[in-house]
């Protein structure tokens, strides 16, 4: 079996959500718990960080990560979806895990993958489990996957546990309000281990506080304590950030190599995280924060979060794939100086697409196309859609060619975004 035959073995016989959709997914535990057995708690072995929310969960997971790799430790990182390749989801310092792991993995355990018919999500999770404990990491950052309660990582018990926010995603599959969501995620609140929330949101604090307090777990909304008063992107392409702690300025002169608007809702977050780490005894320095948040691409192969592929025409993918992420990335469009704005847009069936496209501007450029995965919504589809609410575009269902036609549309001047489905950056890059 080789690398491919092995990736091309888990999806046919692994179910994945992120291709094609709910019936992937699966509303207990029991595989997990099978599994857990089966492989012996592998994630009893080191230290976990469980991190779970609607936005921003990836580049809290991969600051954290890269702020523990700066200050010495060696580090596991478990994150999905993945963009070009499927050992994106497993990192040790930043260093995927090689194919022949992967390889070894499902030929050694091929049976018990054909008699438990665990979940794609499931599987994989074991294989981070198993592998970070053979590896020896002395600490892993363990990111959810859909939920938090029923999720396949919740098994783990954490030293610290992070929400970074609720929003309106996955509505078919946690719950049809912004409460419900947030119970679920809720699911990852541990007795006894502290839990940082990302930020205020008036109408659920009150399902984290009670969870916190039900449990003894300590509780701490990062908005309370951190506040990034201003940023702006510098030449170098950084983000320079201007951050309060307790209202004093804190590290200052601090800059991200993630140019997002929005990371300015993670950064908070993120310190606030890494206060609660010292605290609990990690031997972690300002320096060490400094370095993290500068390299944390370099350090931790984080793609796809508002990253610049040209400069003339300006050409911006992003991730970002429901309402409260798009919200942000259109407000930071809003604010780029430019010429025409030209849309790159694709979006899975199972997203509230009118919602989304809400807010989106009708006198910009669009061109609209679909991923190659089950779970597109067809091009022309979205254009039919969208056209209801005066957005008119071009239909394009080739990702690569609607992204080359735009390319010869635009000027030097222009600004062109392309988005609305992690599967089509994922074709871009």
């Known amino acids: 079996m080789n690398y491919q035959e092995a990736i091309n073995y888990l999806y046919s016989k692994a179910p994945m959500f992120t291709k094609v959709g709910k019936s992937a997914y699966k509303a207990n535990l029991n595989n997990s718990i099978q599994l857990d057995q089966y492989f012996k708690q592998p994630h009893k072995a080191y230290k976990n960080i469980h991190v779970a929310g609607t936005n921003g969960k990836g580049s809290v997971s991969h600051t954290i990560a890269a702020i523990l790799q700066e200050a010495g430790y060696k580090v596991g990182l478990y994150t999905s979806p993945h963009l070009k390749d499927f050992r994106e989801r497993i990192k040790i ?5 090689s194919e022949n792991e992967v390889i070894n993995f499902i030929e050694q355990h091929k049976k018990l993958i054909e008699e438990l018919e665990p979940s794609f999500f499931e599987i994989t999770t074991f294989l981070a489990f198993d592998y970070f404990k053979r590896q020896q990491v002395e600490i892993a950052v363990i990111e959810t996957g859909l939920g938090g309660r029923l999720d ?19 509505a078919d599959l946690l719950g049809n309000s912004l409460q419900a969501i947030a119970k679920e995620k809720a699911g990852i609140i541990k007795k006894n281990i502290p839990i940082v929330i990302g930020e205020h949101q008036t109408d659920i604090d009150e399902i984290f506080v009670n969870q916190a307090e039900n449990l003894d777990a300590p509780i701490f909304f990062a908005s309370d304590n951190y506040y990034v008063k201003s940023s702006f992107i510098t030449q170098n ?32 977050t993120i310190l606030q995280a890494t206060q609660i780490l010292i605290e609990q005894g990690l031997n972690i320095t300002d320096a060490n924060i400094y370095r993290a948040f500068k390299n ?8 796809g979060r508002w990253q610049i592929l040209k400069h003339k025409p300006m050409v911006i993918c992003d991730i970002g794939h429901n309402f409260p992420g798009l919200k942000w990335n259109l407000t930071h469009l809003a604010e780029i100086k430019k010429e025409k704005l030209f849309f790159v847009l694709g979006f899975v069936k199972d997203k509230d697409i009118e919602k989304i496209l809400s807010l989106f501007p009708t006198n910009a450029k669009y061109i609209f196309t679909q991923a ?3 779970r597109a919504l ?50 871009i890059l």
């Open 296 to 303: 944390i691409i370099d350090l931790t192969g984080l793609y």
């Open 237 to 268: 392409q950084l983000l320079q950030l201007e951050v309060l702690k307790n209202r004093e300025p804190y590290l200052p002169g601090l800059k991200f190599q993630l140019l997002g608007k929005y990371q300015i809702n993670n950064v908070p």
């Open 372 to 374: 190659t995965i089950p």
């Open 93 to 97: 310092n930043g260093i995927q895990i």
């Open 152 to 170: 396949t990582t919740n098994l783990i018990q954490p030293i610290l546990s992070i929400i970074t926010n609720i929003g309106w995603d996955h």
């Open 378 to 427: 067809p091009a022309d589809e979205l254009s039919k859609i969208a056209s209801e609410k005066g957005i008119i575009g071009k239909s394009i269902p080739n990702v690569k060619k609607a992204y080359n036609y735009t390319l010869q549309q635009a000027q030097e001047n222009d600004v062109v975004y392309i988005g609305g489905s992690t599967f089509v950056v994922a074709e």
